[in-house]
């Protein structure tokens, strides 16, 4: 629900959370304990640093956050821990009374006064993520090292804390408190007036207690709170740690069913309010199609018209002289997007769907929980859960096309990987909202194709050309990071992703690539290369394998044992076509014959055979989910085991004499 302090317009607000409550401290510091000072590596499990103390505060009647952390240096490779970044975002957001400082193991104090330095980490039209960072002096192992400070924000919305309480490193002692706003004004959501502040409580130990005080003010201590250890290829992180999370309410409203029905009528209206019915919009959606199309045609012309159109979201943030020099107003309507030839992201969705609906093609807005940060919880009624509007086209034969036309670069036809397989809510014909399910990934819709054409060299290396062609979300995640830079940048993007993708080092040049500023077709980049050394030469026998190329996510099955799930972004194929062209002379005394490996969820093919004087190989991988759970790590660990065994096989050639 949307929170607003009342006197105060309405803006919409997602917040970080926490702030401070320990007025107590002033330029004073909490006593150490003797036992602290003595902590050693072996006495904290074999840790490089502990968190010896941590409290976090937030206050919604001062607009403020506090945060205190007190750490202990316990090997060489935990003195990492003394450069410090604080994170925080927020147009109005400041970090001010920064503290620190060093407490060597012998007592001696060095409080830090060195610079702090201010960077962006992130930036979007809709997203500016700030550090400021600095790095505490004469650290060694047995050190204390503690820091520090507040917060401030200044755009008069509450903001429900967010108690994430797990940290990289374990904590020792924690204390997360939270001060919800109680002033005369109350806080107004589109729901009315609220009356109180709720909260919900995933993962924590069952004897943990938020307490609630005076003036709503809520609590919780804990002690040897674990790390969280994040596993390669796992789920978002803040979806797996402990956390409590708080939101503004009616106790009248306290059943999600209820809430999510209620809220899902306003989104319904502040939709149907923005798409209206205007004739410039049905007059663009005419001239886009031919009266002869399909719906599908009409659906994919109409598609493409939207992307056609500047995307804001994923531009560079213009400053306010910026906007009005290039007369760039707020949308309120789709035929403000039409006029103006932008908008957001959401802008974009909003307008294909009236357009779409002029051509009396039904088409719904539905609004998603990416999952990849957090996954959504209908248990929590909490609207600030749920983000970008895709659309979703019914096109008469009895299933739903999903759209993501506000994503530059999206494929008619898919969605970005982060909104499939996720719950959201719908626009229905009731003039409500339902929650329900985007459709989950299929590998056919991430297929990477290699086509390599190399010549072996009597030195061993190898050298020619590889032609890379990323099909759907392959082609889509790349150009959305292609959006962030340049020419020089993209580049870099394609010859750094093939670097990674071969099995040794390599020389790897661009020589040309197409389909960056389209969503239809692939996009594709043809590489000059140079791998020194490949083939391994004994005696008058030299051993080449013939995939070039490692398996891809092998890094998540290196050890024996899980803790969480394994999570690819999205299921994914990849089909390699390989022909090496052999040195003069050279015989083939043994092509390797490696079993193919199929389970439920994947399938690896790898055959290789003797065509003239090259060699040819077919590989052909294939991931058929995203989502595993630990119970069977154990056989995708033996999958991908086998196809880098298959991938090791070698070609014997005799190429010296008889």
């Given at each position: 629900?949307?929170?607003l302090?009342?006197?105060?317009?309405?803006?919409?607000?997602?917040?970080l959370?926490?702030?401070?409550?320990?007025?107590v401290?002033?330029?004073?510091?909490?006593?150490?304990?003797?036992?602290?000072?003595?902590?050693?590596?072996?006495?904290?499990?074999?840790?490089?640093?502990?968190?010896?103390?941590h409290?976090?505060?937030?206050n919604?009647?001062?607009d403020?956050?506090?945060e205190?952390?007190?750490?202990?240096?316990?090997?060489?490779?935990?003195?990492?821990?003394?450069?410090v970044?604080?994170?925080?975002?927020?147009?109005?957001?400041?970090?001010?009374?920064?503290?620190?400082?060093?407490?060597a193991?012998?007592?001696?104090?060095?409080?830090?006064?060195?610079?702090?330095?201010?960077?962006?980490?992130?930036?979007g039209?809709n997203?500016?993520?700030?550090?400021?960072s600095?790095?505490?002096?004469?650290?060694?192992?047995?050190?204390?090292i503690?820091?520090?400070?507040?917060?401030?924000?200044?755009?008069h919305?509450?903001?429900?804390?967010?108690?994430?309480?797990?940290?990289?490193?374990?904590?020792?002692?924690?204390?997360?408190?939270?001060?919800?706003?109680?002033?005369?004004?109350?806080?107004?959501?589109?729901?009315?007036?609220?009356?109180?502040?709720f909260f919900?409580?995933?993962?924590?130990?069952?004897?943990?207690?938020?307490?609630?005080?005076?003036?709503?003010?809520?609590?919780?201590?804990?002690?040897?709170?674990?790390?969280?250890?994040?596993?390669?290829?796992?789920?978002?992180?803040?979806?797996?740690?402990m956390?409590?999370?708080?939101?503004?309410g009616?106790?009248?409203?306290?059943?999600?069913?209820?809430?999510?029905?209620e809220?899902?009528?306003?989104?319904?209206?502040?939709?149907?309010?923005?798409?209206?019915?205007?004739?410039r919009?049905?007059q663009?959606?005419?001239a886009?199609?031919?009266?002869?199309?399909?719906?599908?045609?009409?659906?994919?012309?109409?598609?493409?018209?939207?992307?056609?159109?500047?995307?804001?979201?994923?531009?560079?943030?213009?400053?306010?002289?910026?906007?009005?020099?290039?007369?760039?107003?707020?949308?309120?309507?789709a035929?403000?997007?039409?006029?103006?030839?932008s908008?957001t992201?959401?802008?974009?969705?909003r307008?294909?769907?009236?357009?779409?609906?002029?051509?009396?093609?039904?088409?719904?807005?539905?609004?998603?929980?990416?999952?990849?940060?957090?996954?959504f919880?209908p248990?929590?009624?909490?609207?600030r859960?749920?983000?970008?509007?895709?659309?979703?086209?019914?096109?008469?034969?009895?299933?739903?096309?999903?759209l993501d036309?506000?994503?530059?670069g999206?494929?008619?036809?898919?969605?970005?990987?982060s909104?499939?397989?996720?719950?959201?809510?719908?626009?229905?014909?009731?003039?409500?909202?339902?929650?329900?399910?985007?459709?989950?990934?299929?590998?056919?819709?991430?297929?990477?194709?290699?086509?390599?054409?190399?010549?072996?060299?009597?030195?061993?290396?190898l050298?020619?050309?590889?032609?890379?062609?990323?099909?759907?979300?392959?082609?889509?995640?790349?150009r959305?990071?292609?959006?962030?830079?340049?020419t020089?940048g993209?580049?870099?993007?394609?010859?750094?992703?093939?670097k990674?993708?071969?099995?040794?080092?390599?020389?790897?040049?661009?020589?040309?690539s197409?389909?960056?500023d389209?969503?239809?077709?692939?996009?594709?980049?043809?590489?000059?290369?140079?791998?020194?050394?490949?083939?391994t030469?004994?005696?008058?026998?030299t051993l080449?394998?013939?995939?070039?190329?490692?398996?891809?996510?092998?890094q998540?099955?290196v050890?024996?044992?899980?803790?969480?799930?394994v999570y690819?972004p999205?299921?994914?194929?990849?089909v390699?076509?390989i022909?090496?062209?052999?040195?003069?002379?050279?015989?083939?005394?043994?092509?390797?014959?490696v079993?193919?490996?199929?389970?439920?969820?994947?399938?690896?093919k790898?055959?290789?055979?003797?065509?003239?004087?090259s060699?040819?190989?077919?590989?052909?991988?294939?991931?058929?989910?995203?989502?595993?759970?630990?119970s069977?790590?154990?056989?995708?660990?033996?999958?991908?085991?086998?196809?880098q065994?298959?991938?090791?096989?070698?070609?014997?050639?005799?190429?010296?004499?008889?």
């Amino acid at each position: 629900m949307k929170m607003l302090l009342a006197r105060f317009s309405f803006v919409v607000l997602i917040a970080l959370v926490l702030l401070p409550t320990m007025a107590v401290v002033v330029d004073d510091w909490l006593p150490i304990s003797p036992e602290d000072m003595k902590l050693t590596s072996g006495q904290a499990g074999g840790a490089n640093a502990v968190i010896l103390y941590h409290e976090h505060t937030s206050n919604d009647n001062t607009d403020s956050r506090f945060e205190y952390y007190r750490l202990k240096i316990l090997t060489e490779k935990g003195k990492s821990w003394a450069d410090v970044n604080i994170y925080y975002s927020g147009p109005e957001d400041t970090v001010e009374e920064i503290k620190a400082r060093t407490v060597a193991p012998d007592g001696t104090v060095t409080p830090f006064s060195g610079q702090v330095f201010e960077r962006e980490v992130v930036k979007g039209r809709n997203l500016r993520v700030r550090a400021k960072s600095f790095t505490l002096p004469n650290v060694a192992v047995g050190s204390i090292i503690e820091w520090r400070y507040k917060e401030y924000w200044d755009d008069h919305h509450a903001r429900p804390a967010r108690w994430i309480l797990q940290e990289e490193l374990m904590q020792k002692h924690a204390r997360f408190s939270y001060v919800p706003y109680t002033g005369s004004r109350g806080i107004r959501t589109e729901h009315g007036i609220a009356d109180g502040v709720f909260f919900v409580r995933i993962g924590l130990p069952e004897k943990a207690e938020v307490k609630r005080g005076i003036n709503e003010k809520m609590d919780l201590e804990l002690t040897d709170i674990p790390a969280y250890e994040e596993e390669e290829m796992s789920p978002p992180a803040d979806a797996m740690k402990m956390r409590v999370l708080f939101y503004y309410g009616s106790r009248s409203m306290l059943k999600p069913d209820d809430y999510w029905k209620e809220e899902g009528k306003y989104w319904t209206r502040s939709v149907e309010k923005f798409i209206g019915h205007s004739s410039r919009v049905a007059q663009a959606a005419q001239a886009a199609v031919l009266p002869a199309d399909t719906p599908a045609q009409k659906t994919a012309k109409v598609y493409a018209f939207v992307q056609g159109l500047q995307n804001l979201s994923y531009s560079r943030p213009l400053s306010g002289e910026e906007r009005k020099k290039e007369n760039i107003r707020e949308n309120t309507s789709a035929d403000s997007v039409l006029e103006q030839r932008s908008g957001t992201r959401d802008d974009l969705t909003r307008l294909f769907i009236a357009m779409m609906n002029s051509l009396n093609i039904p088409t719904w807005a539905m609004r998603v929980a990416p999952r990849s940060q957090v996954f959504f919880d209908p248990k929590v009624p909490d609207w600030r859960q749920l983000g970008p509007e895709i659309a979703v086209v019914n096109l008469g034969d009895g299933k739903d096309l999903f759209l993501d036309p506000g994503t530059p670069g999206c494929p008619f036809g898919i969605l970005s990987w982060s909104r499939t397989a996720v719950t959201g809510q719908r626009q229905n014909a009731n003039g409500g909202a339902e929650l329900v399910n985007t459709p989950e990934p299929r590998y056919s819709q991430a297929v990477t194709q290699r086509i390599t054409r190399l010549t072996l060299e009597d030195n061993g290396t190898l050298k020619g050309k590889i032609l890379v062609v990323y099909n759907g979300q392959e082609a889509l995640q790349r150009r959305l990071q292609g959006l962030k830079t340049d020419t020089a940048g993209r580049d870099k993007i394609l010859e750094d992703d093939l670097k990674s993708s071969l099995s040794t080092e390599a020389v790897v040049h661009l020589a040309a690539s197409k389909g960056w500023d389209t969503s239809e077709g692939p996009l594709s980049g043809t590489f000059n290369v140079e791998l020194p050394g490949f083939a391994t030469t004994t005696g008058k026998r030299t051993l080449v394998r013939t995939a070039i190329f490692q398996v891809p996510g092998r890094q998540a099955f290196v050890h024996d044992e899980r803790k969480t799930s394994v999570y690819f972004p999205y299921p994914y194929r990849v089909v390699d076509d390989i022909e090496i062209t052999l040195p003069a002379g050279a015989k083939v005394e043994t092509l390797p014959q490696v079993k193919p490996v199929s389970t439920d969820f994947a399938a690896y093919k790898h055959a290789v055979k003797l065509d003239g004087d090259s060699l040819e190989a077919h590989r052909d991988f294939a991931i058929g989910g995203f989502a595993f759970p630990v119970s069977v790590y154990r056989e995708l660990k033996t999958f991908f085991a086998a196809a880098q065994a298959g991938d090791e096989e070698q070609v014997v050639l005799r190429t010296g004499g008889n």
